[in-house]
């Protein structure tokens, strides 16, 4: 029972929740379908969307009574709260407007009257006025003479009638002037074919009761008369936008027209006002202006800003609109979640309570729960066999006189080792007492946090005492685990100048800076992982040298072959071996000298390659086959030397520079990949320049010496001795 009320309570508050409530429904009828009614019923929906909880209903009767009537039917059987109406004719819905209002809807006519007088509120422009003003403006553009052509709306519409009448009432007393009249229905074919049809004479100016009736009498009289010596025309509406009325007239196609306003804005209004039970006005008259060619163009750019900042408030509540359907849909899936989660632990306690009330269920259940923990029990004791074997020695150690007088480092490390074993023991003896009934449930994230000791922060860089070697080995520790700085700093500084950063992007800042002689790299990092690290490392030209081992837990294929992709030249899986790490360490450094013999072989110009019997005489080793990156850096390096071997002032500084790096990346880099300075090196490359003028040609030692860029004979006979072994005239041709 508690379970069925607990569900109800639920679905009542999502019920509750539920956003867009619809509060007044609104229907709206209108009488056609053109460009006025689509921008008034713009208009209203832009308006609603000011007011919570409106919805309103379009209905087009197109020109059709009897499709009006049912239309409003329609929309009174499906429940509307106000009906908003634009009567096709005068008489012809009125019984279905009395009938409405009867039933209790409130009823706004627009636009045009109706023969009921049962409407609640009615809203229009003064079509009597309109068609006044405009008689009067036209009686002005004829000079108070001349035949007049009027194409009136649709026969039976309180416009049609209203304009009409005060047309005619303006021009009366104009006695020179002359009205023609044809029926029309409002829209721009109906005016085209009335006035072909009757094919008009001698007509000075065409007055449409609406602007496309006058636009197609001007379409009708082109193709009449042509396109000289038209009429004047005249319409109403001036509506803004493309091929409304202020274009047309700013464009010349009519010359003058009446803004009939749709104030879709102020109807909705209207009716809000109503419903909410708020004071209004029962006849609402609107304003409106005459358009000409003086005006046409200002109130043209006024409407198009107008139309622009319609659009944008458009975009806005689309934008609005959005946020809000993906709010509710946060709100409804959260409300969904803590239902599935009620339902969920309901379930659970059900099903706990049922499994102790039947007996029979206990034996399947602890079937079930054996087979989970011989998992679990299999999994813990695989890792507790190595455990235990780390745990007993340094249990024993903790206890001895040594381990008492280490010194603080030592002392560091071996703190180290007891915090993460202690930490790995807890763990499984965390697991093993699952297993084995001490407690129900798997080992939570609070259980763990109680267990795991902080890591201390690590520093940026070791400079050690004990290195006290003129240029030591240095190597550049990757790591943002603490520990593990701490411990590879310990078993490393004493062969090696250490450097540590902890993560890529400080480790690439690092490497820039002190060109070490080898990284070591973890692979899960923050900022920047490990095998983005290595890649970086290897195409730098000022880095692609050094060789990378990453460190990692994971061990499978895919893992092993995505690191070597990225450039490492070894992948050591964690945990691993000290003396493993330190092999790897000194084979790498053992095989980097990839430049060793490069300006060793020099016959009839500096770039030729080494004879094979010399490099068998004097037990050279051929370098290893460089990658891209280095091989471009020896081209570079090597053609920049012998360009410029000749020249004694030739200066690291200056080879320095045309490789773009500085000096003491030049000089980290040549002596990480040959073993020698780069002056070592330049000095080699002129004795083996030298050595090679002297098996090759006449010329004497000391021609020779200042030809390979030496400064004096003698100091080109003393390196080349110390070089080689003997004096360069043991060398000359024909000895």
């Not at 197109?62 to 634009?86: F, H, T």
Request: hydrophobic fraction near 40%.
């Amino acid at each position: 029972m508690k379970f069925k009320i607990i569900i109800i309570s639920f679905l009542c508050i999502l019920t509750a929740c539920t956003d867009n409530e619809v509060k007044h429904r609104i229907g709206v009828s209108q009488c056609s379908d053109d460009v006025w009614r689509s921008k008034q019923n713009a208009e209203l929906t832009m308006e609603s969307n000011f007011h919570e909880g409106v919805e309103l209903i379009f209905a087009t009767a197109y020109d059709d009574s009897r499709r009006q009537i049912q239309q409003i039917d329609s929309l009174v059987n499906i429940g509307i709260d106000l009906l908003i109406v634009a009567p096709n004719q005068v008489e012809s819905i009125s019984e279905v407007i009395d009938r409405t209002a009867e039933s209790g809807i409130p009823v706004i006519v627009f636009e045009r009257k109706t023969g009921s007088t049962k409407y609640t509120a009615f809203m229009s422009a003064d079509n009597y006025e309109l068609g006044f003003q405009m008689g009067r403006h036209i009686a002005t553009l004829l000079q108070g003479k001349g035949n007049i052509l009027e194409i009136i709306g649709l026969k039976g519409s309180s416009p049609a009638v209203e304009r009409h009448n005060g047309f005619h009432d303006a021009l009366k007393n104009n006695s020179e002037i002359t009205i023609e009249t044809l029926e029309g229905d409002w829209t721009e074919q109906t005016a085209h074919d009335a006035v072909k049809k009757h094919n008009p004479k001698d007509i000075d100016l065409v007055f449409g009761h609406n602007d496309r009736s006058a636009l197609g009498a001007r379409k009708a009289f082109e193709e009449i008369l042509g396109t000289h010596d038209l009429p004047k025309f005249c319409g109403i509406d001036g509506l803004p936008g493309e091929n409304g009325g202020i274009r047309l007239v700013r464009d010349s196609l009519l010359d003058a027209s009446y803004i009939y306003p749709t104030r879709g804005d102020l109807l909705l209004k209207l009716a809000i006002d109503i419903l909410e039970n708020r004071p209004f006005e029962k006849e609402t008259l609107l304003s409106s202006a005459i358009v000409t060619p003086e005006n046409a163009t200002v109130l043209y750019m006024e409407s198009e800003e107008l139309s622009q900042q319609f659009n944008r408030l458009e975009l806005l509540h689309d934008k609005a609109d959005s946020y809000l359907q993906q709010l509710s849909n946060q709100k409804f899936m959260t409300f969904l979640a803590a239902v599935v989660i009620l339902l969920l632990l309901t379930i659970m306690a059900v099903v706990y309570k049922y499994w102790l009330q039947k007996e029979r269920m206990k034996d399947e259940r602890d079937k079930m729960a054996r087979q989970q923990l011989d998992f679990y029990t299999e999994i813990s004791h695989q890792l507790r066999t190595p455990l235990t074997l780390i745990e007993g020695p340094l249990s024993k150690l903790a206890s001895s006189d040594e381990v008492r007088r280490l010194s603080n480092v030592n002392s560091e490390m071996f703190s180290v080792l007891c915090r993460n074993t202690a930490r790995l023991s807890e763990l499984i003896n965390k697991i093993l007492q699952v297993q084995t009934g001490k407690h129900t449930g798997m080992l939570s994230f609070t259980e763990v946090d109680e267990i795991t000791v902080k890591n201390p922060q690590p520093t940026t860089t070791e400079n050690p005492t004990e290195n006290s070697t003129e240029n030591p080995v240095s190597l550049l520790i990757v790591d943002d685990n603490a520990d593990i700085l701490t411990y590879l700093r310990t078993i490393l500084r004493g062969s090696y100048q250490v450097h540590e950063a902890s993560d890529g992007n400080e480790g690439l800042k690092v490497a820039e800076k002190e060109v070490p002689d080898l990284i070591i790299s973890d692979i899960m990092m923050p900022v920047m992982d490990g095998l983005e690290f290595c890649r970086r490392i290897k195409e730098n030209v000022i880095t692609s040298h050094i060789p990378v081992i990453l460190l990692t837990a994971r061990s499978l294929d895919e893992h092993f072959v995505e690191g070597f992709k990225s450039g490492a030249d070894a992948y050591i899986t964690k945990p691993f071996s000290t003396g493993l790490l330190l092999a790897r360490i000194e084979n790498l450094l053992a095989n980097r000298h990839l430049l060793r013999n490069i300006w060793e072989t020099h016959t009839e110009s500096p770039v030729d390659t080494m004879p094979t019997e010399l490099a068998v005489d004097d037990k050279k080793e051929l370098p290893s086959s460089p990658p891209p990156v280095e091989d471009a850096f020896i081209a570079r390096f090597k053609k920049y030397v012998d360009d410029n071997l000749q020249d004694s002032e030739l200066s690291v500084e200056t080879i320095a520079a045309d490789l773009g790096l500085s000096r003491v990346q030049l000089y980290r880099k040549i002596k990480a990949l040959t073993g020698c300075t780069p002056v070592d090196l330049l000095r080699k490359a002129r004795l083996a320049f030298g050595k090679n003028l002297l098996t090759t040609t006449t010329k004497s030692i000391s021609e020779i010496a200042y030809e390979a860029g030496f400064t004096s004979p003698a100091y080109f006979t003393k390196c080349f001795k110390d070089e080689y072994g003997v004096a360069p005239g043991s060398f000359a041709a024909g000895k």
